[in-house]
């Protein structure tokens, strides 16, 4: 079992969608979670970054954590065709971070 | 803030050329850079551990004879790709941690697509 699951999609949905991105985990010492988000032949862009459980909302963002159930998600509000990139997970005890596959989302017009 | 510049963002060379891709934190010191290598369609698999002023630390199965990483200041790592050839054309991603500590987030460079011909 990977430490990080994260579904690799492709996701589609239309303009103005709710987006819900997830990532499960098996290892309880995660206590950092990220969320970033990548372009085509770009590097990754840190979108979220929260400690331990709880939500954290950034514009159209919103990141949840869920220690007990090993479950973090990230949610796109009113997705815009700008979105259509790589959601990549990626979570760590303190120091090295451990990647989920990335799910690759397009929002058509 | 927190601004990671890798350069170049493409490279195409002849088999047998070393490679050498730079990669720099412009607006804060790190004293913990990574080396990634991404395939197509692919997630991000963790080459090495760039440490300022001491040696890195390999992931198993990379060659550090093949991969030298050299970390001599907190805002400078260079990976360079010795006598490549054409399985070594890939995506090559930096990362940097700011010095505050290892719970901060790593921040990415842009890339360096590697082509061997």
């Known amino acids: 079992q990977k430490e990080v699951e994260q579904d690799p999609g492709p996701l589609s949905v239309p303009e103005g969608a709710i987006v819900s991105l997830n990532c499960t985990y098996s290892?309880?010492?995660?206590?950092?979670f990220m969320w970033y988000r990548q372009y085509s032949r770009k590097g990754p862009e840190l979108l979220m970054y929260?400690?331990?459980?709880g939500n954290k909302e950034d514009g159209r963002f919103t990141a949840q954590v869920d220690k007990s159930s090993k479950y973090i998600s990230l949610f796109i509000r009113d997705s815009q065709p700008s979105d259509s990139a790589t959601y990549l997970c990626?979570?760590?005890?303190?120091?090295?971070?451990?990647f989920g596959a990335g799910t690759r989302l397009t929002v058509k017009p | 803030g927190a601004v990671v510049s890798q350069h170049p963002s493409r490279v195409i060379c002849k088999s047998g050329t070393s490679v050498k891709i730079e990669c720099r934190s412009l607006?804060?010191?790190?004293?913990?850079m990574f080396w990634y290598r991404q395939f197509p369609k692919q997630s991000l698999m963790l080459m090495a551990t760039?440490?300022?002023?001491?040696?890195?630390?390999?992931e198993q199965g990379v060659e550090k004879d093949k991969f030298l990483i050299n970390h001599a200041s907190l805002t400078l790592s260079t990976l360079t790709v010795t006598s490549a050839h054409p399985e070594d054309s890939s995506f090559y991603i930096c990362?940097?941690?700011?010095?505050?500590?290892?719970?901060?987030?790593?921040?990415f460079g842009d890339g360096t697509r590697l082509s061997i011909l």
């Open positions: 990362s940097a941690r700011d010095r505050q500590g290892n719970n901060q987030p790593q921040h």
């Open positions: 290892n309880s010492a995660f206590q950092y």
């Open positions: 929260t400690y331990s459980s």
């Open positions: 990626a979570m760590s005890p303190s120091g090295d971070m451990r």
């Open positions: 607006d804060f010191q790190a004293t913990t």
């Open positions: 760039s440490n300022e002023g001491s040696k890195a630390t390999y």
